[in-house]
């Protein structure tokens, strides 16, 4: 009797991998780190999380992106020396940095190389929200242009699952095309997709 309420609790039915775990924590964060976006194309996802995120763990520094925060200049355009700065201008500027450091931990670099900003957290975070946009209107576009030419739309993605099976949760999805197609849905279509998916081929 004790061996099998041991074996309940010590057992889990499904183990998770490191991997999956890592991937979790990614997406919805933690109490030490915030949600990463890994690809542009999840932004959409990740904006209300990384918000809620930051708003429970640091409100100051959030404010820096609601009030367009700007780092103080003297009289020849430079910025102001920390030194020189008044008692709540050193706490502002604490917030904003602080900001800036939560957006670099959770932005990853290859999109970060592609946004045109001024180095603020407000600038930083307009600036996805414009690629996002941009790259979601780039796709619409070839869409309807397909569409003119009397062709589908055939969206590509890609996921890892290193566990190597089916069931296992596996990495955020990667957009990678539109491909044009030019049959219709068949009416053996979903017993197509049925087959492929016994072939672990996920449509």
């Given at each position: 009797?004790?061996?099998?309420?041991?074996?309940?609790?010590?057992?889990?039915?499904?183990?998770?991998?490191?991997?999956?775990?890592?991937?979790?924590?990614?997406?919805?964060?933690?109490?030490?780190?915030?949600?990463?976006?890994?690809?542009?194309?999840?932004?959409?996802?990740?904006?209300?999380?990384?918000?809620?995120?930051?708003?429970?763990?640091?409100?100051?520094?959030?404010?820096?992106?609601?009030?367009?925060?700007?780092?103080?200049?003297?009289?020849?355009?430079?910025?102001?020396?920390?030194?020189d700065m008044s008692a709540d201008d050193k706490k502002?500027?604490?917030?904003?940095?602080?900001?800036?450091?939560?957006?670099?931990?959770?932005?990853?670099?290859?999109?970060?190389?592609?946004?045109?900003?001024?180095?603020?957290?407000?600038?930083?975070?307009?600036?996805?929200?414009?690629?996002?946009?941009?790259?979601?209107?780039?796709?619409?576009?070839?869409?309807?242009?397909?569409?003119?030419?009397?062709?589908?739309?055939?969206?590509?993605?890609f996921q890892e699952v290193l566990a190597g099976k089916?069931?296992?949760?596996?990495?955020?999805?990667?957009?990678?095309?539109?491909?044009?197609?030019?049959?219709?849905?068949?009416?053996?279509?979903?017993?197509?997709?049925?087959?492929r998916a016994e072939l672990y081929i996920l449509l």
């Amino acid at each position: 009797m004790d061996e099998e309420f041991y074996n309940a609790f010590a057992t889990p039915s499904t183990p998770i991998t490191v991997a999956q775990t890592t991937m979790l924590d990614n997406e919805t964060g933690t109490l030490q780190k915030p949600p990463k976006l890994l690809n542009i194309e999840e932004y959409k996802g990740w904006e209300g999380r990384f918000k809620n995120w930051v708003q429970a763990n640091y409100l100051d520094a959030w404010e820096c992106v609601e009030t367009k925060y700007v780092i103080p200049l003297n009289d020849d355009g430079e910025e102001v020396a920390i030194k020189d700065m008044s008692a709540d201008d050193k706490k502002k500027y604490k917030n904003e940095k602080m900001m800036l450091s939560l957006l670099q931990q959770t932005v990853k670099e290859d999109i970060m190389v592609l946004l045109q900003h001024n180095g603020s957290s407000y600038s930083i975070w307009k600036a996805l929200r414009s690629k996002f946009v941009d790259i979601a209107n780039k796709v619409h576009w070839i869409i309807d242009n397909f569409s003119e030419c009397g062709l589908r739309s055939l969206g590509v993605t890609f996921q890892e699952v290193l566990a190597g099976k089916k069931e296992s949760i596996g990495e955020l999805w990667e957009f990678v095309d539109l491909l044009p197609l030019f049959n219709p849905t068949q009416h053996d279509s979903s017993e197509t997709i049925n087959r492929r998916a016994e072939l672990y081929i996920l449509l």
